[in-house]
């Protein structure tokens, strides 16, 4: 007990506090706002990604039994994009943009000067411990910002690799690693930030958001929710089917911000849909899929407890049509297919991350979009369909982070497009360049010389000189 308090007292806000003083005079001696500085920093995340890949795949599969496949894919291959992005458009992003000015302030030009924040937070989640980490500081150093990182305690494998790795591979007057839990996090919360960037569920982003009011602190909050996935009748079934179970089962086992939550589709198609999902999930996991290396665990026993008491609450488990198998003991769950759970149930009622995926059905495929405008604004939302009509409604009339027609997960790739939630499932949105600015200031400038100076703005004021 007296070591766990000791533990729990190891970063208070006694520590935060000298840290991030110590970030700040390092940030003011200017040195993080150089261009060599920032390229410096983002090749060595470059390098410490690469040199120990190995060591990275074995956190992951530690922390969740992470496919090595998905390993690479989904983290560091996608983290290298964005420090190999970043390193290439430096230049251009810092550059500051000429715009037209005023003929009200002739002659004069303006510009907009992107400049760093100053000393930023970062507070990531346990399901991509790697890329939800790190992929927010490539932006934080690409802008010339000093930075802390807080992973998370649910990755514990992977937190103390973070702490270990930038430790030895970045400017650690500038780039630090705090390891730990709620204590930890709540007194890095209570220092002030030039912004907080925090991945994970809404309930602590609630947190977030409430302790940077004290010191005006912008947020951006990546948050989650109940991702729909439409599927319309009239499509390529097994091409669609296998692109939802790879962004359902195949990213994390379903425990993944942008994993389908749920399904939509009409009642006489469901059957198909049913059939083509269960043939696909065999192929690719095999009839046992408990004992799949091509699927991760749930990340730890409370998490299993959830899932569990989601699809064993009474007018629930009867609707299992495929899976439901489990195994406290190694903590897995076979992917699961619900048909018609009741609305109210909790399972339709909470973000499910986690591999269950129910499917409910409507009359007509339309009135799947008047479903999901019933609930909180997804983070993502995907549709099915060869319908040009449907596919334009879709867009026009479903408000969500993302949209992806006849596809999941992969705009999350494409670094042209911005990353982020819209309502409750998030605030702001980073990857690619939209990383830089979200950890940028757009600075106004105005240039004006001596000459040319009218006396129209002068007092003493007469109307007479407006019509001049
Ligand atoms: P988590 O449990 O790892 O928590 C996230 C962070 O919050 C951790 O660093 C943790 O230490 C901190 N934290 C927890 N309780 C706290 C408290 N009381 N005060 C201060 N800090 C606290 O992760 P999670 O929340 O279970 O993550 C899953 C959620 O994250 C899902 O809702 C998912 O959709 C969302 N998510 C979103 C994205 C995205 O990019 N939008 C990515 C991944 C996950």
């Known amino acids: ?68 496949f998905e390993s690479y894919i989904q983290e560091i291959a996608l983290l290298k994009n964005s420090c190999t992005l970043a390193l290439k458009e430096l230049k251009s992003w ?26 930023v937070l970062v507070i990531s989640a346990w399901n991509y411990p790697l890329l939800v980490a790190l992929d927010p500081v490539v932006g934080a150093i690409a ?78 909050l990546e948050l989650g929710g109940k991702c729909p996935a439409v599927v319309d009748s009239g499509i390529d079934l097994q091409v669609a089917s296998r692109r939802i179970v790879v962004g359902k089962w195949g990213s994390n086992n379903g425990q993944a911000c942008v994993a389908p939550d749920y399904m939509l589709t ?66 897995r769950i076979a992917p699961t297919i619900l048909l018609d759970v009741p609305q109210d149930s909790l399972i339709m009622n909470e973000e499910i991350f986690g591999p269950l995926l129910p499917i409910v059905t409507v009359d007509k495929v339309e009135d799947s979009f008047d479903l999901i405008k019933t609930g909180t604004k997804p983070l993502a939302a995907y549709l099915f369909t060869n319908n040009k009509k449907l596919k334009d409604q879709f867009v026009r009339s479903v408000s969500a982070g993302g949209l992806v027609i006849n596809d999941t997960i992969v705009h999350l790739a494409v670094a042209s497009l911005p990353f982020g939630g819209v309502g409750e499932s998030g605030m702001g949105a980073y990857h690619g360049k939209f990383s830089f600015e979200a950890f940028s200031h757009k600075k106004a400038v105005i240039y004006r010389g001596f000459a040319g100076d009218i006396s129209v703005r002068y007092p003493p004021y007469t109307m007479g000189k407006l019509s001049l």
């Open 143 to 220: 802008a010339g910002n000093a930075v802390v990182v807080k992973p998370s305690e649910l990755a514990p494998a992977t937190s103390s690799l973070l702490a270990k790795l930038l430790g030895d591979y970045m400017d650690n007057s500038c780039v630090r690693v705090v390891e730990g839990a709620v204590a930890e996090t709540s007194a890095l919360l209570e220092q002030k930030w030039d912004k907080i960037c925090y991945t994970g569920n809404r309930r602590v982003g609630r947190i977030v958001m409430a302790s940077a009011v004290k010191h005006l602190t912008p947020v951006l």
């Open 266 to 331: 009409t009642k006489d198609f469901a059957p198909q849909l049913v059939e083509a999902l269960k043939r696909e999930l065999d192929n690719f996991f095999g009839k046992n899929p408990l004992q799949s290396k091509d699927l991760s665990r749930i990340v730890n026993s409370n998490h299993y407890a959830r899932l569990t008491k989601l699809l064993d609450e009474e007018d629930v488990s009867g609707k299992i049509v495929h899976g439901g198998e489990r195994d406290l003991s190694n903590l």
């Open 1 to 68: 007990m007296a070591t766990k308090e000791l533990q729990s007292v190891a970063f208070g806000s006694k520590e935060a506090a000298a840290m991030v003083k110590e970030l700040r005079e390092s940030y003011g001696s200017g040195k993080t706002r150089s261009y060599e500085w920032r390229v410096s920093q983002l090749k060595n995340i470059e390098k410490m990604t690469e040199y120990h890949e190995q060591e990275i795949i074995e956190a992951l599969r530690s922390d969740l039994s992470k496919p090595e």
């Open 94 to 119: 810092m550059k500051p943009e000429k715009v037209k000015s005023s003929p009200v302030i002739f002659p004069s030009s303006a510009e907009i000067v992107p400049e760093p924040l100053g000393v």
